[in-house]
């Protein structure tokens, strides 16, 4: 059973969500939020392994989240997001700095030690580290978010790993964020 989908920030992981539990969402005008019963693993520095562990037992629904370390528990109910393609993961980077406040920005260049003058170019290249690196079972490949024929490889994931979705509710979801979100 899916429980959570794993990815580093702008690989538009709320998205998937979104499309696999559309009750779990809001879309906003530059991005999909997600409700905040559903994120607590997107800031997992900030809870303890045992209220990681309580959280993740006790939650109910698709869960999003960074915490690579705390889903290498749990391989057969993670679907993690990754990306071939480097045009996509640039653009993935940039969509990230673009939607977190200023304050929030310059504290993650900080912490991750990127160049102030080429940072969305420096997380890319993280990005594509890890997007290369922790293999699991479930891996969606991103590479083509931006373009309309994302949503039938991703029914066709769903369908290979057996999970049921409405394609017509996945359908309108990815053109209502596809409207907002890919420039």
Same mark, same amino acid.
């Given at each position: 059973? %899916?429980?959570?989908?794993?990815?580093?920030?702008?690989?538009?992981g709320? /998205?998937?969500?979104?499309?696999l539990?559309?009750?779990?969402?809001?879309?906003?005008t530059?991005?999909?939020?997600? /409700?905040?019963?559903?994120?607590?693993?997107?800031?997992?520095?900030?809870?303890?392994?045992?209220?990681?562990?309580?959280?993740?037992?006790?939650?109910?629904?698709? /869960?999003?989240?960074?915490?690579?370390?705390?889903?290498?528990?749990?391989?057969?109910?993670?679907?993690?997001?990754?990306?071939?393609?480097?045009?996509?993961?640039?653009? @993935?980077?940039?969509?990230?700095?673009?939607? %977190?406040?200023d304050?929030?920005?310059?504290?993650?260049i900080?912490?991750?030690?990127?160049n102030? !003058?080429?940072?969305?170019?420096?997380?890319? !290249?993280?990005?594509?580290?890890w997007?290369?690196?922790?293999?699991?079972?479930?891996? /969606?490949d991103m590479?083509?978010?931006r373009?309309?024929?994302? %949503?039938?490889?991703?029914?066709?994931?769903?369908?290979?790993?057996?999970?049921?979705? !409405?394609?017509d509710?996945?359908?309108? @979801?990815?053109h209502?964020?596809?409207?907002?979100?890919?420039?």
């Open positions: 059973m %899916i429980r959570a989908v794993l990815y580093m920030g702008g690989m538009a709320d /998205l998937v969500v979104s499309l539990a559309p009750n779990q969402v809001e879309l906003l530059n991005r999909v939020r997600l /409700l905040e019963e559903y994120s607590r693993l997107k800031a997992s520095y900030k809870l303890t392994e045992e209220q990681k562990l309580q959280y993740y037992q006790t939650q109910r629904g698709i /869960l999003s989240s960074h915490d690579t370390e705390f889903h290498k528990k749990f391989p057969q109910e993670t679907i993690r997001l990754t990306c071939k393609n480097n045009d996509t993961v640039r653009w @993935m980077s940039r969509r990230f700095f673009d939607i %977190i406040n304050r929030r920005r310059d504290s993650l900080r912490e991750l030690k990127l102030p !003058n080429n940072h969305t170019e420096g997380y890319a !290249n993280m990005m594509r580290d997007c290369r690196s922790h293999p699991f079972p479930y891996q /969606l590479s083509n978010v373009n309309y024929t994302f %949503i039938d490889d991703f029914l066709k994931f769903c369908y290979n790993i057996n999970y049921s979705v !409405n394609p509710a996945v359908r309108q @979801m990815y209502d964020w596809h409207q907002q979100m890919v420039k």
